[in-house]
């Protein structure tokens, strides 16, 4: 098969495929995640089965995940994780990879699942292109959120943790909070967030990351995309 | 494993009759057409000819032809070159919120950079400029119109004739002689009547890679009188407009495949139709939550543009990639920028809409049994990645 070749550039601290010869630009793991992703929720969801609910994104901003989970509450286990994304093959194939992680091995704790970090979902994933990075961003999100939810509904609302910003941008140290916080002062393209901000203008790369989060910011603040 | 390509809108296979004119000249004929001896003046002569054969088919004069590297020059050249080769006479542009990215880029450079002031004429749902909405947005400092064909992505043709004739009675009102019309015509080129006598155009954009071409290979088709300041400067040829030696096996390919196109396009057009609402008719039967992008009566005869509502188009064009489909999706993750197909909601739609379109394009290989193959195999990935999405985007949104 003659498969369009994607260019994919590595930065520091990335783990993205650096392998320009493969004629997918997706690898084998991603593949089998996509095309037989496991533990997505297959019918409509009796969310009385579940104790930890998560969500993140909306179909406006191109992905949108939701994540049904069963904690143990003796021992805050992840017993089951079943999930459902609108999204592109990274969103699917990475949603797909995170369920298999957090519950393998008799699952990981509320703890160990929280620290798990969107570098951890594209290892196991054997690298996804640059740009999809966001997709993997996302699922860990949706797991923190239906984390969050568990603490609320067991009254530990100690354990909650508040969402800390995310640098989004290495070289001018520009966080998703500045990108939110631009968004809400206004801005609502690209070129407006960087007279704020300076995001990306020695970084282009991170230039596809910011554009979702514009997106994200405005449909959440202003209802519109 | 089948092998079913329908993405003709993004590139057509080399036709082999394209092929073998084009060979000698990438073999032993390789004078430049510069050169003063009998190796340049074969070339020299097959360039002559070459543009002959096409000022022939599009009814215009061989001096009236600009060879370019293809679509997005062409249309770089003609909004960017006249623009500023006549900005004493006017600084207003009118084109159309759904324009390929090279007309529509081009403008907003001059829009953002250089002082230019630029109309972008909204389609209505169906995804059709009424010529109207053109005679309305006319000033007296309009120099350039833009407005394409035939839309690359949804495929809806637009009365290019009218509003040309529209546009010629205003300056001819208003005694505007420097007021031009272009059309960007790479998808309508080979389906479509390509008489520029007729469509009262002032330029014209064409390419070979959508007529079964060489890719790299275009024009521009610019009405004598038409002066345009180059894009490139360093040497004669072209005029000097497009200067850089010619590519010469490209331009007899492009040369020939333009002749072929226009004089198969009647029957081409007759055998692709009934594929073309096969298509449409079986998807949207058998698939729910399904709409069909652009106007079904104006629509090339090779265009199918569906939205799979609650999917992402990404994913499905993966899906069908597996099952040997080639299609295409303007949507989110496969293109750089990320952005949903700017021209689905050009049409009005919103993001979720947008975000499931997928263009199906047939063409000159496409048989009733891909058709059939490609009925059968779409319901159940839809269906599986229905399955998979958390999504159900109200109909308000989408009918």
């Known amino acids: 098969m003659d498969h369009k070749q994607e260019p994919v550039l590595g930065t520091k601290g990335d783990v993205a495929s650096h392998d320009q010869t493969k004629s997918w630009f997706y690898t084998d793991i991603v593949k089998e995640h996509f095309f037989h992703p496991k533990n997505f929720m297959e019918n409509d969801a009796d969310e009385s089965q579940y104790n930890a609910i998560g969500k993140v994104g909306s179909p406006a901003c191109g992905d949108e995940l939701r994540v049904w989970m069963k904690v143990n509450p003796e021992t805050e286990k992840i017993e089951e994780f079943k999930w459902k994304t609108f999204g592109c093959g990274s969103a699917i194939a990475s949603t797909s990879i995170a369920s298999v992680i957090v519950t393998e091995n008799g699952g990981m704790t509320l703890t160990e699942a929280r620290a798990l970090k969107p570098q951890d979902i594209m290892e196991r994933l054997g690298g ?8 993997s961003v996302l699922c860990d999100k949706a797991l923190r959120d239906a984390i969050n939810d568990f603490y609320r509904r067991t009254d530990q609302f100690d354990k909650m943790v508040v969402e800390s910003s995310r640098i989004i941008d290495p070289v001018s140290k520009v966080t998703d909070h500045d990108i939110e916080e631009a968004v809400l002062d206004g801005a609502q393209t690209i070129e407006q967030v960087q007279q704020k901000t300076k995001v990306g203008i020695g970084n282009p790369n991170c230039l596809p990351a910011v554009e979702e989060l514009i997106r ?4 959440k603040y202003f209802g519109a995309a | 494993m089948s092998d079913i390509y329908l993405d003709n809108a993004a590139t057509t296979p080399l036709d082999p009759r394209v092929l073998e004119v084009m060979l000698p000249y990438l073999g032993e004929k390789y004078g430049n057409p510069s050169s003063f001896h009998s190796k340049g003046k074969v070339a020299t002569d097959a360039l002559r000819e070459a543009r002959e054969s096409i000022a022939t088919v599009l009814h215009v004069r061989p001096d009236e032809i600009l ?15 006249y623009a500023r080769m006549n900005k004493q006479f006017g600084t207003h542009i009118i084109t159309t919120s759904f324009e390929h990215h090279a007309v529509l880029e081009a403008a907003m450079r001059l829009e953002k950079k250089e002082g230019f002031r630029v109309t972008y004429l909204t389609p209505d749902r169906e995804g059709m400029i009424d010529p109207k909405q053109v005679a309305d947005a006319l000033c007296d400092d309009t120099i350039l119109v833009s407005i394409m064909y035939a839309n690359n992505e949804v495929g809806t ?7 040309g004739n529209s546009i010629q009675k205003f300056r001819a009102e208003k005694n505007l002689s420097h007021l031009v019309f272009h059309t960007d015509a790479c998808q309508a080129t080979a389906y479509l009547d390509m008489n520029i006598e007729k469509l009262h155009v002032d330029m014209l954009t064409m390419n070979g890679p959508k007529i079964y071409g060489p890719k790299g290979t275009g024009l521009l088709y610019v009405k004598r009188g038409i002066k345009l300041e180059p894009l490139m400067f360093g040497g004669a040829q072209e005029k000097g407009i497009r200067p850089g030696t010619e590519d010469v096996a490209g331009i007899i390919g492009l040369a020939k495949a333009l002749e072929l196109v226009q004089k198969e396009r009647v029957a081409e057009t007759a055998r692709l139709i009934p594929f073309r609402d096969q298509l449409i008719d ?12 652009g106007s079904r009566e104006n629509r090339l005869p090779n265009n199918v543009n569906i939205s799979f509502i609650d999917i992402e188009g990404e994913a499905l064009l993966l899906y069908l990639d597996a099952a040997g489909i080639y299609a295409s999706t303007g949507s989110a993750c496969t293109s750089a920028s990320l952005d949903p197909s700017h021209v689905i909601l050009a049409l009005g739609f919103p993001y979720e809409v947008a975000h499931g379109s997928m263009r199906f ?3 000159h290989e496409t048989t009733k049994e891909d058709i059939e193959f490609v009925l059968k195999t779409l319901p159940p990935l839809v269906a599986t990645l229905r399955s998979l999405s958390p999504v159900s985007v109200d109909e308000k949104y989408w009918l």
């Open chain 2, 67 to 81: 060879f370019t590297s293809g679509g997005t020059e062409s249309d770089n050249l003609a909004i960017l070159g």
């Open chain 1, 128 to 135: 996804l292109p640059q740009r999809k990075f966001h997709c």
């Open chain 2, 157 to 163: 043709i637009q009365p290019i004739a009218e509003i």
């Open chain 2, 361 to 363: 394009s047939l063409g």
């Open chain 1, 216 to 219: 994200f910011y405005r449909e």
């Open chain 2, 282 to 293: 079986g998807i949207l039967g058998s698939i729910k939550r399904t709409r069909l992008n």
